[in-house]
């Protein structure tokens, strides 16, 4: 058996961005923080090229010289600032506006400037900038009125694509004229439509992106700049995810989520709807994405992850699939062939729905003959999706000999738009119901020990685990709460103001629900609580404020009942940096060896 330290010391290598003559560079967390790394050749020996004690967050080659921007914050505060790493390992910090947010939006064609978001001018809202590669100082060139982010540069480096997200089931697609200032509106609609992963088309006159407009499931569409939509791929069953165009040769690599997995198409366009398909690439893991072109997109790079396999770099040949595996982060000893994998299950809820779940359970020689705890673990979003990506936490838990259950409740991605709304605004406490009907499930299985149940969750799964510990106290033996909502109506008045419209429009407004979002506040029952809890934040989390914490906590003290907090002052939302991490889950464990 092998020690928490050992499992979160496994490294991740992501991100990658290829050069303009084929240079390799990507993320990887050896010190502790992602930072940026170069390879020469496959299985090299990397080099790192940045030395912060806060994460990289991106790093993105420029398409004519070998140099590259990347985006840092600090303490997790999320006010990205952009910078610029040369060849000679010289860099240069492009914004100085440590107050504000920049949201990276490419490098032109030419490589002579980039552009981004930012929130410089009004903290609620995002604007439009340009600036040169080797200017002090960007040019406003759009005011905007809400969520803006920058989808990159035309064929000819004469236009933008902007998106502005109005929620996370609502947005818009717009093309900026860079002379003029004019943006052209690509989608009036009417309703809540999603257009995401928005890319040129070569031809300059269009766009491709995916969308669920007239459809449940998400479809890869063309969308032409007079805003006619032209079907290019769909699927029946499954979401297309994504996809990443060369804008040079018209090649592009599309994703559709199967249950959670990651099935890939790679080909070309020979028209504006028709894809010749290449082969498809051997990849392991199960998850692959962050698809990055290289010269005439001959290859691409891709990040590859799994349950059973740690996060790493591979560069695929186009037209072949070949798939080359670049990068070897480390396992930290550990052997792969202990890792365990997940069972893909469905219980039925209150209502007769179907809802996923990944189930692992230790290994035979870990289980307790009485039946293994279980740990409920919750993602967060709620418009996210639990994916069986690679968790060293996960792992080291199936390895002590707990089981771990992950529900993709209602209101999870992944699964149409239609799964996805069922827990807007009055529908919220009906994925705490699922909840309920995944332990019932669980009480069902002879492996496991009813009386041993814990609910762990981070962000909006800290309010799930906070929401299920008052609704259902006598389910859980502990809980495990992370950056997690105790009171909607605190959480809503004090989050980033440039989140919050996003954000009501998802739970509902200050204005107009603030009766029901006090009624759901775990904050309001949190008498009812009889289970140990545990409660982890960060000091500068701009998303759900350190408050939520010190309000759950002085209310569970006042009722006798065993609760911990653990706040650290250089993190935000998450704990990121692996020396807090070893702390803040060495603890965790510890508390769940003696409650649990």
Request: aromatic letters at 10%; one cysteine or more.
């Amino acid at each position: 058996m092998y020690d928490l330290e050992r499992y979160l010391n496994v490294r991740s290598a992501t991100g990658a961005t290829l050069g303009p003559e084929g240079q390799v560079a990507f993320r990887m967390d050896t010190t502790g923080t992602f930072q940026v790394w170069g390879i020469d050749e496959p299985g090299g020996w990397p080099e790192q090229r940045t030395f912060y004690e806060d994460s990289v967050s991106f790093a993105s080659y420029s398409p004519e010289r070998p140099e590259l921007i990347f985006g840092k914050d600090e303490g997790g505060n999320e006010r990205l600032q952009l910078f610029r790493l040369d060849s000679d390992g010289q860099i240069t910090a492009l914004t100085d506006h440590p107050e504000s947010k920049h949201r990276w939006g490419g490098w032109s064609r030419d490589g002579e400037r980039f552009a981004f978001a930012s929130n410089r001018r009004d903290e609620e809202v995002f604007d439009v900038y340009l600036q040169g590669r080797d200017d002090d100082e960007a040019q406003l060139i759009h005011e905007g009125d809400g969520w803006l982010s920058v989808g990159g540069w035309s064929p000819d480096d004469d236009r933008l694509l902007v998106s502005e997200a109005h929620s996370n089931f609502d947005q818009d697609v717009y093309v900026l004229d860079i002379e003029s200032g004019e943006m052209d509106h690509l989608t009036p609609h009417e309703g809540d439509v999603r257009y995401g992963s928005a890319q040129w088309a070569p031809d300059g006159d269009g766009i491709y992106l995916v969308t669920d407009d007239g459809a449940d499931l998400r479809w890869l569409a063309r969308l032409d700049l007079d805003g006619s939509l032209h079907e290019v791929r769909s699927d029946d069953e499954w979401n297309i995810d994504g996809v990443a165009i060369d804008v040079n040769t018209g090649r592009l690599v599309y994703s559709r989520n199967v249950d959670g997995y990651t099935e890939l198409t790679v080909g070309e366009l020979t028209d504006e709807t028709t894809i010749d398909e290449f082969p498809t690439p051997d990849l392991p893991g199960g998850l692959a994405g962050g698809v990055s072109w290289g010269p005439d997109a001959e290859q691409f790079a891709i990040t590859v992850t799994g349950r059973t396999v740690n996060t790493n770099v591979y560069i695929v040949e186009t037209e072949t699939g070949e798939a080359t595996r670049w990068t070897h982060a480390a396992t930290a000893g550990i052997p792969e062939s202990t890792f365990v994998e997940p069972d893909l299950v469905h219980f039925e809820s209150f209502d007769g729905r179907e809802i996923p779940a990944y189930f692992s359970l230790p290994p035979a020689d870990a289980r307790d003959e009485g039946g293994v705890p279980v740990i409920v673990d919750i993602h967060g979003g709620p418009e996210s999706q639990r994916r069986p990506s690679f968790s060293g936490l996960t792992q080291y838990f199936c390895s002590r000999g707990y089981a771990v259950f992950e529900p993709n409740v209602r209101g999870s991605t992944g699964y149409g738009t239609s799964y996805m709304r069922l827990d807007d605004v009055a529908n919220r406490m009906d994925s705490v119901k699922d909840l309920r009907a995944g332990v019932d499930w669980l009480r069902g299985n002879p492996a496991v020990d009813p009386e041993r149940l814990v609910a762990m969750g981070g962000s909006y799964g800290g309010f799930m685990v906070l929401s299920a510990m008052t609704e259902y106290p006598d389910l859980w033996a502990a809980g495990v709460d992370v950056v997690g909502i105790a009171n909607f109506v605190t959480f809503l008045e004090n989050t980033g103001s440039w989140r919050r419209s996003l954000r009501e429009a998802e739970y509902g407004s200050l204005d107009e629900d603030r009766e029901f979002l006090e009624s759901i506040s775990p904050i309001n029952s949190a008498d009812r609580i009889d289970a140990p809890l545990f409660v982890l934040h960060g000091e500068n989390d701009p998303r759900v404020p350190v408050g939520e914490a010190e309000q759950i906590v002085e209310e569970v003290q006042a009722q006798g009942v065993p609760v911990e907090l653990l706040v650290f002052e250089d993190e935000g939302h998450g704990i990121s940096k692996r020396e807090n991490r070893i702390e803040a889950y060495t603890r965790v464990v510890d508390f769940l060896d003696e409650h649990v």
